[in-house]
């Protein structure tokens, strides 16, 4: 009896083995062997677990390294005010037998989420306390406030204070809720074309294999008379069978910039005539096309959430993005589309006005999206369109969760739009330098910002709460005034 009991028990351990051998190593599906659901702002790469888990038994410090890999220069543009080299200086070593903050994982566990909070905090709200219990006890301003208001409050942030500091708050107290037009204006630069290409393109060898392909301008070197003449068949041949898409690229931007088919849907390779024509058309371009031009833009794309399974190597489709795990509402309509460059510009027209407003109203159906066209500020969208404001007074979606960034290339002053939908939402005051004080004062929009319920109704109204902390600024410069 013994003995087959001791060949079962061979049997089922064997098989176990095999099977979770088999998950870890050959297996693409590796959904058997999450210990829980990923955070929202994992949620997309969850079966990707190479992504964080780079070394199977690497510890720690591969966690760590995983982290900063993906979020070191979001860190450093923040200004960290808790880098990881402040806790390892020998004066903290005490702190550290409380919080171990040298690592990411210490604040934000994954795959814990019955314990997760805003921002992936898996921490008790009142951690502040732990370092800082003496501000509580000696600072007559901070006696007797909770712990857990430290960020509540709109004075503190962990990693990102820029728009919090004491200074900051008293600089931009005061003024209108709401900016004059002219000011407003002048304060929302148009975007530089010229921002959007990436500079290599300037590059002989690179005009080469992108423009002449795109153009037909005969090259001395990379294109012969005889390829010339196969490319621009194949272009004719191509617009013939699709007048539709044809008109569509004659109104774009791109037919206007003097690209095209063979910009997107011909390899460089295309331009020998040794190569097939048909084996070099891509029918169906996708983001390293839009890339090997737009590459500030890829880069933000791929490091928000519309395109962080693109960038793990993942087919992504937005029926996976669903409202489960997300937090977020989408359309049943566009459960199936891939989530790529054209999902919001457009395979051929690539209208950006559509992609502002339009193309993210027909994906999500969150109430915060949904009251977008009853709010003022799709009213502002509307005079524009019709003409009697200035463009620069357009509010859309895009106006605040895709902001224009101003920034020297070759020292030059450009704008270009961030496409890094996610990078001034971590966390949401991160929008009050970038976005909100173009049009409004400080007080309001650090108020509105804090005001779920205003939020939720895409700011139909004013706050109706109100955060004290200018209050409290101003109140400590002004006795300092006095002392002095």
Request: charged share 20%.
């Amino acid at each position: 009896m013994k003995k087959w009991l001791w060949i079962f028990w061979v049997l089922i351990t064997l098989s176990v083995t095999g099977f979770y051998g088999y998950k870890m190593t050959l297996d693409e599906d590796k959904s058997e062997l999450l210990i829980g659901d990923a955070t929202h702002g994992h949620f997309q790469i969850e079966l990707a677990c190479e992504s964080c888990h780079t070394e199977p038994f690497g510890g720690q410090e591969v966690i760590q390294t995983a982290c900063t890999n993906c979020h070191q220069q979001e860190l450093k543009d923040a200004h960290d005010s808790h880098p990881k080299k402040k806790f390892t200086d020998p004066r903290n070593a005490d702190l550290l037998q409380v919080i171990d903050a040298r690592y990411c994982v210490s604040c934000h566990t994954e795959h814990q989420e019955e314990q997760t909070q805003d921002m992936g905090l898996t921490l008790p709200t009142d951690y502040c306390f732990h370092c800082h219990q003496s501000v509580g006890e000696e600072r007559p301003s901070h006696k007797d406030l909770p712990f857990d208001s430290c960020a509540s409050s709109g004075c503190h942030n962990y990693h990102d204070n820029k728009a919090l500091y004491e200074s900051f708050l008293v600089a931009n107290s005061g003024g209108e809720w709401i900016k004059h037009l002219d000011e407003i204006n002048a304060n929302r630069p148009a975007p530089n074309a010229a921002a959007s290409i990436a500079p290599e393109l300037i590059a002989p060898e690179l005009i080469a294999s992108k423009f002449i392909a795109s153009k037909l301008i005969a090259s001395e070197s990379a294109v012969t008379e005889k390829a010339s003449s196969a490319i621009n068949a194949l272009f004719a041949e191509k617009m013939a069978e699709h007048p539709d898409i044809n008109n569509h690229w004659q109104a774009s931007a791109h037919e206007q910039a003097g690209m095209s088919c063979g910009g997107c849907h011909l390899t460089g390779a295309s331009t020998n005539e040794q190569t097939s024509l048909a084996a070099a058309w891509i029918e169906k371009p996708g983001v390293e096309q839009c890339q090997s031009c737009h590459q500030k833009e890829a880069k933000g794309f791929l490091e928000g959430k519309h395109g962080m399974k693109l960038a793990q190597g993942y087919i992504a489709k937005i029926s996976e993005m669903s409202s489960e795990h997300s937090g977020l509402s989408f359309s049943e309509l566009v459960q199936d589309n891939q989530h790529g460059c054209n999902s919001c510009h457009g395979a051929h027209s690539f209208d950006t006005k559509y992609a502002a407003t339009e193309a993210c109203l027909s994906c999500h159906t969150d109430e915060h999206s949904q009251n977008f066209n009853t709010s003022p500020h799709a009213l502002l969208k509307d005079n524009v369109l019709e003409g009697s404001l200035a463009a620069a007074s357009q509010v859309t979606c895009a106006t605040c969760h895709l902001p224009r960034v101003k920034e020297k290339q070759a020292g030059t002053e450009v704008v270009r739009v961030e496409h890094n939908q996610n990078l001034n939402l971590r966390p949401n005051e991160k929008m009050i330098r970038s976005v909100c004080m173009d049009c409004h004062n400080l007080e309001f929009s650090i108020d509105a910002l804090a005001d779920e319920t205003l939020i939720q109704s895409n700011f139909n109204g004013k706050p109706g709460k109100h955060i004290e902390s200018i209050d409290w600024a101003l109140k400590r410069d002004q006795k300092k005034a006095k002392k002095e």
